[in-house]
């Protein structure tokens, strides 16, 4: 993704005196070693109903019968972009947001052309949204990993079932 800046370029045309940098996402591995997925609302508008689907970071999911394929990016706790890079600013839920790409019958529908990612914020759902005809698509939140003492924990337990 490019972003406009000031710079040198054809001084005195309007919106020609602008330099394009390429933004980068960088996920910061505590981040990476934390969450594990995003829980997405879609909203069908004309059933006027809505479902919830959780999908792993860097997954992807069909719209049932809709020929809309979304694949996600990166997931930040707490979105920030600062010059070039898009990042977390700490580990904390306090602007989450994920990147993701939408494709409907194998064309890329969203974010606008140029733009590697678009983003959904659970804090900001009306900020560059996916607008389709008939659905809409809200990030609800981002899920935590199972802590591996969590997951074999369980694991022990249910070999130790009051059968052995």
């Known amino acids: 993704m490019t972003i406009p800046v000031r710079g040198e370029g054809d001084a005195g045309i309007p919106g020609h005196d602008v330099e394009k940098i390429e933004l980068s996402v960088v996920v910061p591995q505590e981040v990476a070693d934390y969450w594990d997925s ?17 999908v792993k970071v860097g997954g992807e999911f069909e719209i049932a019968g809709s020929g ?22 700490s580990n904390n839920p306090n602007n989450p947001a994920i990147g993701i790409k939408v494709y409907e019958n194998g064309v890329k529908v969203f974010p606008a052309s140029g733009k590697k990612w678009g ?18 698509l809200v990030l609800k939140e981002g899920k935590k990993k199972r802590s591996e003492e969590r997951r074999v924990g369980k694991e022990c337990r249910s070999r130790w079932s009051p059968y052995h």
């Open 38 to 54: 995003a829980v997405f609302i879609i909203k069908d508008k004309q059933e006027g109903s809505q479902d919830e689907v959780t």
């Open 119 to 136: 983003w959904l914020y659970v804090n900001f759902p009306t900020i560059h949204t996916f607008d389709h005809s008939r659905y809409g």
């Open 68 to 89: 809309l394929i979304v694949k996600t990016g990166a997931f930040l706790p707490d979105f920030i972009m600062s010059g070039p890079t898009i990042t977390s600013d």
